[in-house]
């Protein structure tokens, strides 16, 4: 593969990586994430759940899903001028009976194996690259797992969209399933168990009401000062916990709703966490119509508004990949929405301004700065 | 057969692939390759030629994908036995996605 430079991500410049549902765009910042100059669409036309931008070796990394050519990953070394597909993609083998439906999630694995890369799919496994994203092995511990017949789908299908590796030990991954979920290996996938204590699934008869699996979780992530923190927005709530997964707390508290899809967290030594909520179960818009990212800076103990910039009338709906920072100081937070709204904010998320007003739906975005 | 392609001999059958999968066969997705008889020997041939390629209108248990449809001298292999389709004596297969209006 051509790992050249030509097309190389600036020093200090921001990259905004935009998956839609009619292709995906990349938009680059070269003055402190003041004005942002677009790319693409690349993949006119065809569904890209997520793209994100590899450190270790400069490539972008998209998950493709064709209506007509089926799920793919695609990899570009020039800032997406040019991509390739992968040669040998995601499969699942014969005797199990599955078929990749769509690639939801890629996630770049950690600096001590530069070539390793993960992937989230549907129905719900995990997928290992150890050759930069070239051809594919799947979890077989994950795809062989003892409850995997009683697993059942959230609305968006049975998809494995979370992947988070610790720092201090790439053997520790946890993952996010819907609706099953929150599952977590201490020997690389070698073996899987749910990590789902005190996490709420009401939607079970009463006495079913906390399981060891079956919740419905949507979007999972780690407080980088302290990685045994992590935070999940679920179907059911916001939970945190402070034990690397082991148990969690509700803490919904004064938020508008216990519904929504995305959580972010920046960096630094108080991390703000970041929620989208909506109107939950069934209506999904945001509460009066008017769209606000919520956030926190005790741990979720209370949460408050940041709507600055964001119209009074906003039916906005953000998908659980919708919602990132940027890891800067201070942080920049950024939101996609399903009408085609791209925002970001340089403040966290104290003032919002339009990056975008008019693209497709936006299924996905990823920041990452120099 | 289209029109200004030569036919292929007995021995090797023309394939004509959608030229949305040009990111596989470069300006060649018309080619003679040796007869097969089989959709899996076909799919291994081309995976051969441009890697990959099968898993584009194959899913991961060899079913031909929902939106692609794949025609052998002129008729689509749904309409003969599918998967099981035999290859053998064939001129011309065509790969190409579907197109529903609406």
């Known amino acids: 593969m051509n790992k050249s430079s030509k097309g190389a991500r600036k020093e200090g410049e921001t ?68 991509w390739k597909n992968c040669t040998n993609p995601p499969r699942f083998p014969k005797e199990s009976g599955l078929s990749v439906q ?53 609305n968006g299908g049975l998809c494995l969209h979370t992947i988070l590796s610790d720092r201090r030990d790439h053997d520790k991954l946890h993952v996010g399933i819907s609706a099953v979920g929150t599952l977590y290996t201490e020997n690389n996938g070698g073996s899987w168990d749910f990590q789902n204590k005190h996490v709420l ?19 999972i992530v780690r407080r980088s000062d302290r990685p045994n923190t992590l935070f999940q927005q679920n179907h059911c709530g916001v939970f945190r916990s402070d034990d690397n997964g082991r148990d969690w707390k509700n803490i919904t508290n004064n938020l508008p709703s216990r519904f929504g899809f995305p959580i972010a967290i920046d960096s630094g030594p108080s991390p703000r966490v970041y929620v989208a909520p909506l109107e ?77 007003d008019a693209l497709p739906p936006v299924f996905s975005v990823e920041a990452s700065a120099a | 057969m289209k029109a200004g392609t030569a036919p292929a001999s007995s021995s090797t059958v023309h394939v004509v692939i959608s030229m949305h999968l040009k990111e596989y066969t470069g300006s060649g997705n018309e080619i003679d390759i040796d007869a097969v008889s ?33 025609f052998v001298d002129g008729e689509d292999i749904r309409e003969k036995q599918g998967t099981h389709t035999d290859l053998s004596g064939a001129r011309e297969i065509v790969i190409l996605p579907s197109v529903a209006g609406g």
């Open chain 1, 15 to 82: 990259l905004l990586m935009v998956g839609t549902k009619k292709g995906a765009f990349l938009f680059r910042s070269k003055d402190g994430r003041r004005t942002w100059k677009a790319s693409g669409p690349f993949f006119k036309g065809i569904q890209v759940f997520h793209m994100t931008y590899d450190r270790r070796t400069g490539a972008l990394l998209a998950a493709v899903n064709s209506y007509q050519w089926g799920p793919t990953v695609a990899i570009s070394h020039d800032m997406g001028k040019t």
């Open chain 1, 102 to 154: 769509q690639v939801w999630h890629v996630e770049p694995g950690l600096e001590d194996r530069p070539d390793e890369i993960y992937l989230g799919v549907e129905p719900a496994c995990l997928f290992v690259s150890h050759d930069s994203g070239e051809s594919w092995d799947v979890d077989a511990s994950m795809m062989n797992h003892s409850t995997r017949s009683k697993w059942s789908p959230g």
């Open chain 1, 201 to 219: 699934a009401d939607f079970f008869p009463e006495a079913e009401k906390y399981p060891e699996y079956g919740q419905c979780v949507h979007k």
């Open chain 1, 280 to 356: 939950g179960d069934f209506a999904r818009i945001p509460k009066d119509g008017r769209f606000s990212v919520w956030a926190s800076d005790n741990s979720g103990k209370e949460w408050f508004p940041l709507n600055r910039g964001i119209p009074k009338v906003s039916y906005y709906d953000v998908l659980r990949e919708g919602l990132k920072s940027d890891g800067l100081d201070p942080s920049g937070i950024y939101f996609g929405t399903t009408t085609g709204q791209l925002y970001s904010s340089r403040n966290r998320g104290e003032s919002w301004s339009s990056v975008s």
């Open chain 2, 38 to 70: 089989t959709l899996e020997s076909l799919a291994k041939a081309l995976d051969d030629r441009f890697p990959g390629i099968s898993h584009r209108f194959l899913d991961d248990q060899g079913n031909v994908r929902r939106y692609v449809n794949i």
